[in-house]
């Protein structure tokens, strides 16, 4: 069964800073990958699909790159509000999450 | 686009329940609905998904058999329904639509069910 495989499962960093996130899938997914931001008590919200394009309405400092097996998503110079848990999504007619990256206040 | 969910629900083990998502803003019949647990303090798991124009549905394999989900396209609202809930059911579950990209860009609020003696 495929695996997708998130890391760091959790970082502390403050305003400014730049966070990268990993996202790794066990077989090749091509471009097919998402990812969402998610805060306590609201639902996953859309930032990027097919790796690297950026959704509708969301900020430039994010950005997603890779394809095959590995991923990343960059927030280039971390908001107070960019404070959230998140996640990777094989985009697919089975989708598949990854376990979630919570990125906090250092 | 809004998709609005259901209210919270406190249930019995061994008991039906039946949460609904219901959509506004777009055709309802043209793009996949997908149903996504969430345990407390964990992470997203996808239970399945369907198509209300044809009512195609396909389900994750480890979700087969536990639920079932479907759409009426007269009140543009997708279901999600358990015959005889357990404990470990309870969770926060949420709906989203699926875009051609495959991944999901409109979300319901979400529906707290908690299964408890």
């Known amino acids: 069964d495929i695996q997708m495989t998130q890391s760091p499962s959790s970082v502390a960093a403050s305003v400014g800073d730049r966070v990268t996130i990993t996202c790794r899938a066990s077989?090749?997914?091509?471009?097919?990958l998402a990812w969402y931001q998610q805060k306590p008590g609201k639902a996953p919200k859309l930032l990027i699909y097919?790796?690297?394009t950026l959704q509708s309405g969301v900020p430039s400092r994010f950005s997603g790159s890779g394809s095959g097996t590995d991923f990343t998503l960059t927030i280039s110079s971390l908001q107070p509000e960019d404070f959230a848990t998140y996640f990777c999504?094989?985009?697919?007619?089975?989708?598949?999450f990854g376990g979630g990256t919570k990125v906090e206040i250092k | 686009v809004q998709l609005v969910q259901s209210g919270a629900e406190v249930k019995k083990p061994g008991e039906s329940l039946k949460i609904s998502c219901q959509v506004s803003?777009?055709?309802?019949?043209?793009?996949?609905i997908g149903w996504v647990r969430q345990m407390p303090g964990k992470g997203l798991e996808w239970l399945g998904i369907?198509?209300?124009?044809?009512?195609?549905?396909r389900y994750s394999p480890s979700f087969q058999g536990q639920v079932t989900i479907s759409a009426d396209k007269s009140i543009n609202t997708a279901y999600l329904q358990w015959s005889s809930l357990k404990a470990s059911d309870t969770a926060m579950y949420y709906c989203?639509?699926?875009?051609?990209?495959?991944?999901?860009?409109?979300w319901g609020q979400g529906s707290q069910v908690t299964v408890s003696s």
């Open positions: 077989q090749a997914i091509s471009s097919w």
């Open positions: 999504q094989r985009a697919h007619s089975f989708p598949l």
């Open positions: 989203a639509r699926r875009t051609t990209a495959m991944a999901f860009d409109y």
């Open positions: 803003g777009y055709s309802f019949s043209n793009y996949w």
């Open positions: 369907i198509y209300p124009g044809d009512s195609d549905t």
């Open positions: 097919a790796a690297s």
